[in-house]
């Protein structure tokens, strides 16, 4: 069954990939198009298998739209295929130059798994397919078992729009199975890349299959961190109350359920009391939504009940199991010293809960900088001289993450040209992808140069006249001039 | 002593990513100067060591300057960095949308092995090292122990570069040792990225290991391959002399050793003798210079005596062992249907030897191609008519390397903006990378995001008012102007 499915995958893609950008950009607005006018045969079942409430999967069924259609208007657009050519000079001493030019292409088929806790804008048509089919791969979509019937209704919008476009099946194909069959399909030698959302365990042994094949692919797991939010004294002196407010509103936003939820804060002493005051009023009527299945609730106690166990800890909020299903959010003190001794501090607990680090000195903050593991997003709250003050500091967490806020909250993904979803190990293996935004488009093609090809054989994107009207990179400059 | 080496290149990584980039390509020119100035030193020892001849070597440096020159210009010029901008909008409804500002920045320090078959170029002070050091990251070089007096010449160079830029000692240290010593720098912590150009085994072992450290690193390794040349019959109708010609020039050039040396070609049956006749006479008088070190003429040689024990084989031109370390060249015949049917017939032998396929129909040009390995390089001769008939093979043949060329020979690497020196594996390990030209520079950078970040304290390729008037992408457009 895996070599049928690579079969067509592969047979697909070598027309699918020569499939000119504004017919691609319309196949994917025809995906978009047809999940819209399904959202309301969507939405009910999505609500039921992921216990999201309606308003926010409603929200992110938009998301997901909005998404196929920024990459779409990106294909369209085509500037994406970073042109870059260097004309040829036969009167070149002491040899004639060659004519280069190169641009990037699809890889071929691309194994995506989607992730629970977005069925739809990181599972079947989400980001991860979207931005695949958008670069000219073929999509082999393993549906995710916390919402199969979803899966199935979206993949149903997908093939219907390949129908529509007179695109060959296998440019979207829908697997079911379990890890067995993942496993499977990432093993296939047809399979060209790996996109994944979820957990450590899950992505790195994806990574490490990937990495042990014969011919070896990229994986592209994003895996989820703690975002630590780095709070300094003279921020919290003017502001405390509403950003332990917002801090709380982060953490517990969807039960927690965020690979950018902030389950780290970093608290200068002479603050502490107060904050731990402002989270626990903030946290105090707070009893959780529904968790997206039972073995996420339980893992989610299971892991608050050993740090129960540990003595550096004192309890803010302990979270309350008496409703299994509910993420009751939970906050836990620790000394920057306590912390600092044992790496188990800064293990994700998937779900409401969060350490509040309690440090001395910026001294502390340095080791703790170097001491912390890769991230999805650090978060600095500090008046601008306290920032200028602790710049190396920013200097080092620059090293640590992948997008680095000054205000706001981590959580909450803005899908646009600029985000950067992506951070070094563990929160991803590949910190130089993003999974969210235009350049996550970027992770499923490869340049290529064509040496002396004849203009009649160029694509388009490489003609003389440039007839997509792209920016290109010509000796270097950009510009949208044709080449003489 | 492994902990010193990365201790200093960390140290000197938070300091070095910050120098402006004017300041970074001044000393990237000085490193450049000083080996201009000391290249009657240089010389005589690197021919010494290597066999190659002196206008070669000669040639190799001017080459060496000329990279370091071009990535400094980059540097300098600064749109490199992918600066993208999504502004702000607090009065967006129904949530305000935060300020988004993505760029480039260096991933860390990286080790660097250098290639035998270019002493300067591919080694010390070479592309690998150019790169790295223009993207802001610290390189640790392991010498190559063919070369190891050129080395330090170069070396010395670049600590002298150092020194009065005044920058940390950090920035480039030069190490000498075993594979196990190369093992070890690969296997530290604090290593971010390996680049490597060299055989087959040496670069799939530091994959190998890179792959299983605790925090995987990417690994560029560069590994050759055979650089299949397909011909057709029309073309060689009008042209089959100079053609001949011209790839015998290609595959005997430097005793065979370049990474793109056309080690396979694909010939008509109708053109096959008269091909075999050309080549034959071409090969005739050469007696082949001598190779890098004994050892490689030794494994040429031993490669050779293996397919003399091929039955499918007939030699065109047998190597003469006699002068063990002359690389005498050699090419054997086979049929394209003995060729299908053994993999061992498409493995690189580093020197000046090849295969002569000849095929009977685009039949078996289409199974040869989905049977083809990644390679740096195809190169395709045929006449307009012939490679219009032949798109579907060529659709192909694009999946199968870097560089497709049209014209002229794969050896002779160009290094510009468009080159893509690279391609799928086992020609590289990542063949989103190249190792040649100005796109080689991105191999060891990676994209953050700033979220609200103040004004005063964002980079200035992501300041408003655009001080180092690069190109950035602004709400998705290509620009120069400032933010308002």
């Known amino acids: 069954m895996i070599d049928q499915i690579f079969n067509a995958a592969t047979?697909?893609?070598?027309?699918?990939?020569?499939?000119?950008?504004?017919?691609?950009?319309?196949?994917?607005?025809?995906?978009?198009?047809?999940?819209?006018?399904?959202?309301?045969?969507?939405?009910?079942?999505?609500?039921?298998?992921?216990?999201?409430?309606?308003?926010?999967?409603?929200?992110?069924?938009?998301?997901?739209?909005?998404?196929?259609?920024?990459?779409?208007?990106?294909?369209?657009?085509?500037?994406?295929?970073?042109?870059?050519?260097?004309?040829?000079?036969?009167?070149?001493?002491?040899?004639?130059?060659?004519?280069?030019?190169?641009?990037?292409?699809?890889?071929?088929?691309?194994?995506?798994?989607?992730?629970?806790?977005?069925?739809?804008?990181?599972?079947?048509?989400?980001?991860?397919?979207?931005?695949?089919?958008?670069?000219?791969?073929?999509?082999?979509?393993?549906?995710?078992?916390?919402?199969?019937?979803?899966?199935?209704?979206?993949?149903?919008?997908?093939?219907?729009?390949?129908?529509?476009?007179?695109?060959?099946?296998?440019?979207?194909?829908?697997?079911?199975?379990?890890?067995?069959?993942?496993?499977?399909?990432?093993q296939h030698p047809a399979a060209k890349a790996v996109a994944f959302t979820g957990s450590f365990n899950g992505g790195k042994a994806l990574f490490d299959l990937a990495s042990k094949r014969e011919e070896p692919i990229p994986v592209y797991a994003e895996m989820g961190s703690v975002n630590p939010v780095f709070t300094f004294p003279e921020k919290l002196e003017n502001e405390l109350i509403p950003l332990a407010q917002a801090y709380v509103n982060s953490l517990t936003l969807g039960s927690g359920q965020f690979c950018t939820n902030p389950g780290l804060i970093f608290v200068p002493k002479e603050h502490a009391e107060e904050f731990e005051t402002a989270t626990a009023q903030a946290l105090k009527?707070?009893?959780?939504?529904?968790?997206?299945?039972?073995?996420?609730?339980?893992?989610?106690?299971?892991?608050?009940?050993?740090?129960?166990?540990?003595?550096?800890?004192?309890?803010?909020?302990?979270?309350?199991?008496?409703?299994?299903?509910?993420?009751?959010?939970?906050?836990?003190?620790?000394?920057?010293a306590d912390w600092l001794a044992d790496d188990v501090f800064q293990q994700e607990v998937f779900g409401a809960f969060a350490f509040m680090v309690v440090y001395d000195s910026p001294n502390e903050l340095m080791e703790i900088a170097k001491k912390l593991h890769g991230q999805l997003t650090i978060t600095v709250w500090g008046d601008i001289p306290e920032l200028k003050q602790n710049a190396a500091l920013i200097n080092i967490l620059e090293e640590k993450c992948g997008r680095l806020l000054f205000q706001g909250v981590p959580t909450g993904v803005e899908v646009g040209y600029a985000m950067q979803h992506g951070g070094p190990y563990p929160s991803t293996t590949d910190p130089r992808s993003t999974s969210v935004g235009s350049h996550a488009i970027k992770r499923f093609a490869r340049p290529i140069a064509f040496q002396d090809m004849p203009e009649d054989l160029l694509p388009d994107a490489l003609k003389n006249d440039n007839p997509l009207k792209i920016v290109r990179q010509v000796n270097g400059k950009f510009t949208v001039e044709k080449i003489n």
């Not at 950009?25 to 009910?44: Q, W």
Request: with cysteine.
């Open 11 to 186: 047979e697909a893609f070598l027309q699918y990939k020569n499939l000119p950008g504004n017919e691609r950009a319309d196949f994917l607005d025809k995906i978009a198009d047809t999940l819209e006018s399904n959202r309301s045969k969507i939405v009910p079942v999505a609500v039921k298998e992921s216990n999201l409430p309606e308003g926010r999967i409603n929200g992110e069924l938009g998301r997901t739209v909005g998404q196929i259609k920024l990459f779409a208007n990106m294909v369209r657009e085509g500037s994406w295929l970073e042109a870059t050519i260097d004309p040829g000079d036969p009167h070149r001493e002491p040899l004639p130059k060659a004519d280069i030019r190169r641009m990037l292409i699809p890889v071929g088929p691309v194994v995506v798994f989607g992730a629970s806790n977005f069925p739809l804008a990181f599972s079947t048509a989400g980001g991860d397919t979207a931005s695949a089919l958008a670069s000219g791969c073929p999509v082999i979509y393993k549906g995710h078992p916390a919402h199969p019937e979803t899966s199935i209704l979206v993949a149903d919008c997908i093939h219907k729009a390949v129908l529509e476009s007179n695109l060959p099946e296998g440019v979207f194909i829908h697997v079911e199975g379990g890890i067995d069959v993942g496993q499977a399909l990432v």
């Open 285 to 336: 009527d707070i009893a959780g939504s529904p968790m997206l299945h039972p073995g996420i609730a339980k893992s989610y106690y299971e892991a608050i009940a050993y740090y129960q166990t540990r003595n550096e800890l004192k309890w803010i909020k302990v979270a309350d199991p008496k409703h299994q299903i509910n993420g009751s959010p939970a906050l836990a003190q620790i000394t920057a």
